[in-house]
């Protein structure tokens, strides 16, 4: 009930301002980007009075020594963006979560809504010869918007630094540096993606993340192949495939660790009433 209250007041403030215009979306020539399906964020803002909903499945299969298997998924998971101005985007997400354990005993589930993300997105720099194009990310998990079962001791905050080189027409680089700051432990986060473009509307990367937590020796370090494809400058489909390949020293009994996604994005377009 309180997500539902929640979302509704973004709706209200936000939304209610402006008024879709059919004859806009037609002829309107921006093309989406998104943030999905990589763990880097996109340096790009959304332009003003555009609402992009961001729509994906998340399936992660981690088997250990012991005959125990977790499968962690999300089913939706989901996130709105709404531009403000041409600098700054305003940000709304959160996900159902399910949590299976599987063993010689049986199988155990968890399942709810995780706690509510708000946050911004600010343009801080163009990108000029080998200055790269620099955005900064902000976010607040909020503990208590969510499953009685999922809900946090006190709110959640990350930050992220993007920035974005392009090579060529063909190639661009992009990467994050950031921090998460836990109710137990803060992690230092890294992701670096390189994105190759071989027709319109088809972008392919191959990316290296991972994360250091300040109480654990050791990272944990994942690698994945994606693929996004645009559909008329409005719609967005994309899938990606990847592995953990490093652990934090605290692991030893995990044997593998392999997640999917699959996502679909698109955008709406408001005007001044």
Request: hydrophobic content about 40%.
């Amino acid at each position: 009930m309180k997500f539902i209250i929640f979302f509704l007041t973004f709706y209200l403030i936000f939304l209610g301002r402006f008024c879709y215009s059919q004859e806009n979306a037609s002829s309107e020539e921006y093309t989406i980007s998104t943030d999905r399906p990589s763990a880097s964020f996109a340096s790009s803002v959304v332009p003003k009075g555009i609402l992009i909903g961001e729509f994906g499945y998340f399936n992660q299969t981690n088997n250990f020594d012991n005959s125990i298997k977790v499968i962690d998924q999300t089913l939706p998971n989901f996130t709105f963006r709404y531009g403000v101005n041409e600098r700054f985007e305003l940000r709304l997400g959160t996900d159902y979560y399910l949590n299976t354990l599987k063993s010689s005993i049986g199988s155990f589930n968890t399942s709810g809504l995780n706690p509510v993300q708000v946050g911004l997105k600010l343009h801080v720099q163009e990108e000029k010869g080998f200055i790269p194009q620099t955005t900064f990310l902000g976010s607040i998990q909020l503990a208590e918007i969510a499953s009685k079962t999922l809900a946090l001791d006190r709110n959640q905050a990350y930050f992220r630094l993007m920035f974005q080189n392009t090579i060529s027409d063909k190639f661009f680089i992009l990467y994050n540096l950031g921090m998460n700051f836990n109710n137990y432990d803060n992690q230092f986060v890294y992701t670096f993606l390189l994105g190759f473009v071989p027709m319109n509307n088809l972008t392919i990367f191959l990316e290296s993340f991972g994360n250091k937590n300040s109480e654990l020796n050791g990272m944990d370090n994942y690698a994945h192949i994606g693929a996004v494809y645009v559909i008329k400058n409005r719609y967005q489909l994309d899938a990606t495939l990847g592995y953990l390949y490093t652990q934090n020293q605290q692991m030893t009994n995990l044997k593998s660790s392999i997640f999917l996604q699959l996502g679909f994005s698109t955008y709406l377009r408001f005007c001044k009433k």
